[in-house]
């Protein structure tokens, strides 16, 4: 109820962006309202959560363009992605909106950037969220281009991040994105396994136990939606979740641990 009240009451105030942070600061109060006061500021949450959907919409449009070329891939990827969000028409059409203005070559980011470290810089698990996501979206033609690389080094750049950082972070997700049940944990998998934790068969079992505990707190749902990121995006995070179990079960029976 205060979800439909929210998205009328903000469209007719401020369009389009008004009726996105009414959606969120109604969704918070139906939650609320079924589960209890959770003590978050639900203003403040519902502008983190605009703020970051308009972020990654732009960048992935940026990124589809980067080589030059915006694959078919690429956009089934962004579909797929709104399909998950379940956007209404009207917010779909914003969001491709959003996209094609990411695609311009000439569209510069840094403005997008400047204000999304304003309003999301000081969560960390925000800032990790959207960087997994965009290497995704990099994924999602079946390899990362050279050009889409760099894209993807300067927006980790402006988020904060050192090279180094964003070379292990992304080193992880590339290898998070593969696993399977069942599958077999051949000498090649294992080690993408060790990759995706972020760690080697040089580390001890204390140093993988904790890699692991970190990326499972790092895409935790209570987390990332007490930090701002929108509650349908959570579905993103888990799937990373579940790869991450997958490759530490696979090291641990391989270690006997």
Not at 45 to 53: G, I, M, P, S, Y
Not at 68 to 86: N, R, T
Request: proline share 2%; aromatic share 10%; hydrophobic share 45%.
């Amino acid at each position: 109820m205060f979800k439909l009240i929210g998205v009328v009451a903000g469209y007719l105030l401020s369009g389009f962006w008004g009726a996105l942070i009414g959606y969120f600061v109604g969704s918070f109060f139906d939650r609320m309202r079924s589960y209890g006061s959770g003590g978050m500021n639900p203003l403040q949450n519902a502008v983190r959560q605009a703020v970051f959907l308009e972020t990654v919409f732009i960048s992935m449009g940026k990124l589809a363009k980067a080589d030059g070329h915006v694959s078919q891939d690429e956009i089934d990827h962004v579909e797929q992605f709104m399909l998950k969000l379940g956007m209404t028409a009207e917010h779909r059409l914003r969001a491709i909106a959003l996209f094609k203005q990411g695609a311009d070559p000439a569209f510069d980011i840094a403005p997008i950037y400047a204000r999304f470290m304003t309003v999301c810089g000081h969560t960390r698990n925000l800032k990790d969220m959207l960087l997994v996501y965009l290497i995704v979206m990099a994924l999602a033609d079946g390899h990362v281009h050279p050009a889409e690389e760099a894209l993807l080094t300067d927006i980790a750049a402006r988020l904060g991040y050192d090279q180094a950082t964003f070379r292990h972070m992304m080193n992880m997700v590339l290898n998070q994105g593969h696993f399977g049940d069942g599958q077999t944990a051949s000498a090649t998998v294992l080690d993408d396994a060790y990759k995706a934790l972020g760690v080697s068969k040089d580390s001890t079992d204390a140093e993988i136990k904790r890699a692991y505990r970190k990326l499972i707190s790092q895409y935790h749902p209570d987390k990332l939606m007490g930090q701002g990121l929108p509650q349908d995006m959570i579905a993103v995070a888990t799937e990373q979740a579940k790869e991450i179990q997958v490759a530490y079960d696979m090291v641990k029976k391989s270690r006997n641990m």
